[in-house]
């Protein structure tokens, strides 16, 4: 997909930028680690500490610090957004059905990231049985504790960063039950039995099934990590709300038109139902 862009001063600028909306992407519970003050939204994506915005139909990325290579700076950026996506076929495809087509029209802006695949695995690790508020503020514990401070943004670890740390450490970041799991992954990076490399090589049921070797992964967590650094858009995260909405919106099942991107239909489902069913 053909990106329209400019770079000058450490900041890109895409261009011809329809149907984004920064709030529905960055709070929709994929990511944690971006806040927004006036419009502005602040966080890493991956390496890259960042001020994002939209003006128009021009959505800026500022990084934080000097980029040394600005088509790389360029590429990710696109990439990490989705804009190397084309969602307005996506909207289109997904409309078959009037009742996707009435999620898309209440958010229509919501966009899937595509964020590091390390970050993402103990990040919802640690979204266990938690909600976003308190799971932001263990990440960034974690981030302050052990990962690099790049301008005045704290990086999320390494997995080489966590080498050392005890589960009685990361108790000590108020992670609760989910410390011995964040341990076991970071073990499990470490020493090759979790491999990036292989979780994106393999198909979705068989990467979905390699994840849960970690301990305290289960279906959902396993899928949340595929669709939002993997690129394994089939992959379907179904939570109690998400649960509801099945019951409510397809009594008869999905629609056949998200086939194969059912997890971006998904984001789609999932905050038309925060929104409007009954609880």
């Not at 053909?2 to 000058?8: D, R």
């Not at 290579?69 to 804009?83: D, Q, R, T, V």
């Amino acid at each position: 997909m053909n990106i329209n862009s400019v770079y000058a001063e450490n900041t890109v600028v895409f261009k011809g930028i329809v149907d984004y909306d920064l709030a529905q992407t960055f709070n929709c519970g994929q990511c944690f680690r971006w806040d927004e003050n006036n419009g502005i939204w602040q966080g890493f994506a991956g390496k890259y500490p960042c001020k994002v915005w939209i003006k128009e139909t021009e959505l800026y990325v500022e990084s934080l610090t000097d980029v040394e290579n600005s088509a790389e700076f360029k590429e990710y950026m696109a990439h990490y957004l989705g804009l190397d996506l084309d969602y307005a076929r996506l909207k289109q495809q997904f409309a078959a059905d009037a009742t996707m087509a009435q999620a898309i029209e209440y958010a229509p802006g919501i966009r899937v990231l595509n964020q590091p695949f390390f970050e993402t695995l103990l990040t919802f690790i640690i979204s266990r049985n938690n909600n976003i508020p308190r799971i932001k503020k263990i990440v960034d514990r974690m981030a302050q504790t052990y990962g690099t401070k790049t301008g005045d943004l704290w990086a999320f670890p390494t997995a080489e960063q966590l080498k050392n740390v005890s589960i009685e450490e990361y108790n000590q970041l108020r992670m609760g039950f989910r410390s011995k799991y964040i341990f076991d992954a970071v073990q499990k990076v470490l020493s090759g039995e979790i491999d990036e490399a292989t979780v994106k090589s393999l198909p979705y049921a068989e990467a979905q099934k390699y994840l849960m070797k970690i301990k305290g992964v289960g279906p959902k967590v396993a899928d949340c990590v595929l669709l939002f650094s993997c690129e394994k858009y089939e992959s379907f995260p179904k939570d109690v709300w998400i649960n509801r909405a099945l019951a409510q919106m397809f009594p008869q099942g999905l629609p056949e038109c998200i086939k194969g991107m059912e997890g971006i239909a998904q984001q789609y489902i999932f905050h038309y139902a925060r929104f409007n069913l009954e609880k």
